[in-house]
């Protein structure tokens, strides 16, 4: 069955770090790019990083370019955000979800998306 599973999240304190993991069953990070995805409480889920099917190509939104990074284990068919420097408005759910080949930062042009995982930054 086509899935993707979110895991990784939890309560960090301003300034730390965080690793979330998207593995991806059922289909293969080759065709298609993974985009990282965060909804803030009350707010719209909004693109967050992107890799694209060949890994070759990363997309970062301005709040978060410097201090996350995007990353896939072929092997694991899992794609990794580092999430460091946090803030306490990173907070929120992660989600991912693919698309075929190409990055996106619209949420309609991606067709499948994982449960999602809170992060909470707070001290």
């Known amino acids: 069955q086509l899935q993707l599973v979110e895991s990784g999240g939890g309560l960090a304190q301003p300034g730390g770090s965080l690793r979330l993991s998207c593995a991806a069953f059922?289909?293969?990070?080759?065709?298609?790019?993974i985009g990282w995805f965060h909804q803030a409480p009350g707010k719209e889920r909004e693109g967050v990083s992107c890799i694209s099917s060949g890994g070759f190509s990363t997309t970062y939104a301005d709040s978060v370019a410097g201090r996350f990074t995007i990353s896939r284990d072929i092997a694991k068919n899992t794609v990794y955000l580092q999430m460091d420097s946090l803030k306490p408005e990173d907070t929120g759910v992660y989600y991912c979800?693919?698309?075929?080949?190409?990055?996106?930062?619209?949420?309609?042009?991606?067709?499948?998306w994982g449960q999602g995982t809170q992060v909470t930054v707070s001290s």
């Open positions: 979800a693919r698309r075929r080949y190409h990055c996106s930062g619209l949420r309609a042009d991606y067709d499948s």
């Open positions: 059922e289909f293969t990070l080759d065709f298609y790019a």
